[in-house]
């Protein structure tokens, strides 16, 4: 498997950021990692064995980001305001840098990308494949939280609103991005074991939004000895990707 490191200084974050890519050929999958967790902790938790014949077939390039929590949402001494703000700039890192380097390592054959992460990066693959269709044409999130109040309560501004996906889909009404949606894969799972209960919560409320919007997607709700942790998302992602990526 050919495995690539990379670093370069991000002008958005004004520090310098870190991936992994694994493979050199097929569908680019970003993973974005768990709370605080670094570009490293998806191997390192045995999620790039988990999927390693995809890769080694060609059917997907693993692109593995760093995340910046720390600043943003889980900066427990900041104002939500500014936690969002700094995710703001997350925001553009991934979008302006991350997506424009996966085009260029891919020779300009994959446009669109496959954004994927177990809890908070279910939370991050959610939130940019529904912000931006334009660059992610499916997603695989696996025991994820779909609004912020686990860290910043009830408090509200634009930022927050359009980071927050139990908020701002319902409202959603613009028809080129339900025309994104619906042409693209769309895939939640859950288990309903242990610490899975805030997780299920959201899911299900996810469920009713795209049904109402009528939005075509997969969600997978696994059983009540499905935990919330690494073994099981062993499990759950190649199963989907067998899905996915044919």
């Not at 991936?19 to 050929?25: I, T």
């Not at 500014?82 to 446009?111: K, L």
Request: net charge negative; proline share 4%; glycine share 6%.
């Amino acid at each position: 498997m050919n495995i690539e490191y990379h670093k370069w200084f991000s002008h958005n974050l004004n520090r310098e950021m870190e991936l992994k890519v694994y493979g050199d050929a097929g569908k680019p999958l970003v993973v974005f990692p768990t709370q605080c967790g670094r570009f490293f902790d998806f191997e390192n938790n045995g999620m790039i064995h988990a999927i390693h014949p995809f890769i080694d077939a060609g059917k997907v390039k693993v692109i593995a980001v760093d995340s910046i929590d720390e600043q943003s949402w889980a900066n427990w001494d900041a104002h939500p305001a500014d936690r969002a703000r700094r995710h703001e700039d997350y925001d553009r890192y991934i979008v302006d840098e991350v997506a424009p380097f996966i085009r260029m390592h891919s020779d300009g054959t994959q446009e669109k990308s496959i954004v994927t992460g177990c809890s908070m990066g279910a939370y991050h693959a959610c939130n940019f494949f529904f912000r931006h269709p334009d660059v992610f044409d499916g997603v695989i999130a696996l025991s994820g939280l779909y609004k912020l109040t686990t860290f910043i309560g009830d408090y509200m501004d634009d930022l927050v609103y359009f980071n927050s996906p139990l908020a701002y889909l319902p409202e959603m009404q613009d028809e080129w991005y339900i025309s994104q949606y619906k042409q693209s894969q769309i895939i939640f799972c859950v288990g309903q074991g242990a610490w899975e209960d805030d997780m299920l919560k959201d899911t299900r409320e996810l469920q009713n939004i795209l049904e109402d919007k009528k939005i075509p997607f997969w969600i997978d709700y696994w059983g009540f000895d499905v935990n919330h942790d690494w073994p099981w998302w062993q499990k759950q992602l190649p199963y989907f990707l067998g899905h996915v990526v044919k």
